[in-house]
């Protein structure tokens, strides 16, 4: 599977183990249809490993944890269960450690999917997987969604309480901050505590940011969440692409592109210079500039995403040399989108580097199992003089 993506449960009892190098914390929280636990008892996990419907299993540390889901146990108004994971060991991050969400039938252990999030950085923890209600059917989805202040970022912002530790009397048996120390939830009788503050701004390629603080300039890896605080979901967005040459006086022909994929990584069509329209107009491009001189982006791509169908699920924005030209030959290439309705400018990504290779991934739109999508800021070279040859190492960027 692939984040966003998605399959009907053809049994009513699934395990969801995940799988890392190293010893994983694995949680689930039982949701209702405002996305919030009704109480803390709606978290599970190794200090409360049962619930209504849900359980928690440990692997002992020779196999991995698990949530088991039985669907037809569950209470009435719960509509979603979320399961996440965290390294055991204090403050490691996911780095180079990417977990393996298996879903298999509870009863015959039947894999029935698979998810690995892909390029993960400094997430210290992880909503990886959902099984969750949609018109009278179960189903699982693919998430991936990463946080760098733990399994506290993930359990308060599904309304558990999460204690601070006491100040004064340290010989008293405390509850440590996570995530030093594996979780632990308070009573629901007590007010939620304010959970610790995320560090900002993140390091390149570390958790999300958003748009509520206005424009974003993203480095390298990092990721944007599309969404504004009290605002409607972005509708209509234009990437706007450019580039100048290197040298004075020397024209540089580059084409830009996206490629639209599926939630298999299936490749679903390409927009560019000779096909400026795909997927019924959903996604448009402005046509082919022969030079890059001149001020402003060379070329716009616009995409209506409130118009895309819904196998959509991933846009992967190229910049090509069909004639052959490096890309030490250019100077300045970014790439940055626009509010289509207003022309605001909402993110911007400036590539740094050069590589002598020919082509180039500059972003990626990926859509969120809620709906909204993130924007990441990819700068990856490869030997690609046209939007074809960028169809396979794009797909393997999802």
């Known amino acids: 599977m692939t984040p966003g993506s998605n399959i009907p449960l053809p049994v009513t009892r699934v395990a969801v183990d995940v799988a890392a190098p190293v010893r994983l914390d694995v949680s689930g929280l039982l949701l209702t249809a405002d996305g919030k636990v009704r109480s803390d008892d709606d978290f599970i996990f190794y200090n409360q490993p049962t619930g209504p419907g849900v359980t928690y299993r440990s692997g002992g540390g020779t196999a991995p944890d698990a949530i088991i889901v039985d669907t037809s146990a569950l209470p009435p108004g719960i509509e979603k269960i979320v399961v996440t994971a965290s390294p055991d060991a204090a403050g490691q991050t996911f780095q180079g450690i990417e977990p393996t969400a298996t879903i298999r039938g509870a009863d015959d252990n039947s894999v029935l999917a698979s998810f690995t999030p892909p390029q993960l950085g400094a997430e210290t923890a992880l909503v990886v997987v959902e099984i969750y209600l949609r018109n009278g059917v179960w189903k699982a989805r693919a998430v991936g969604q990463g946080y760098a202040n733990g399994l506290a970022g993930i359990a308060t912002d599904f309304g558990v309480s999460v204690e601070e530790p006491a100040a004064a009397a340290p010989a008293q048996p405390v509850t440590p901050p996570m995530p030093t120390a594996r979780p632990s939830v308070t009573p629901p009788a007590p007010p939620m505590a304010a959970p610790p503050a995320p560090p900002a701004p993140p390091a390149p390629g570390a958790g999300k940011v958003n748009l509520d603080k206005g424009r974003v300039s993203l480095q390298k890896n990092q ?3 599309l969404v504004k605080g009290g605002s409607p979901l972005l509708s209509q967005v ?4 450019g580039w100048e040459p290197a040298y004075r006086g020397k024209d540089i022909d580059l084409d830009a592109s996206v490629i639209a994929y599926g939630p298999q990584r299936n490749h679903i069509d390409s927009c560019y210079f000779g096909k400026l329209s795909i997927v019924n107009g959903a996604i448009k491009h402005s046509g082919d500039n022969l030079t890059g001189e001149g001020g402003g982006d060379d070329e716009v791509i616009t995409v ?3 118009r895309l169908p819904q196998e959509v699920t991933g846009l992967v924005f190229t910049v090509n040399s069909f004639s052959g030209q490096k890309f030490t030959e250019v ?10 309705s207003t022309g605001e400018e909402l993110v911007r990504f400036d590539l740094t580097s050069a590589e002598p290779q020919t082509g180039v991934m ?8 809620t709906g909204e999508w993130d924007m990441t800021a990819m700068g ?7 939007v074809r040859n960028m169809v396979k190492p794009a797909a393997q960027s999802l």
């Open 380 to 386: 990856e070279f490869v030997k690609a003089r046209t």
């Open 304 to 306: 209506d995403l409130g």
């Open 362 to 369: 500059m972003a990626k739109l990926i859509r969120q199992f």
């Open 238 to 241: 234009k990437m706007g692409l």
């Open 331 to 340: 100077a300045k290439a970014y790439c940055r989108l626009l509010d289509a």
């Open 223 to 225: 990721t944007v969440s």
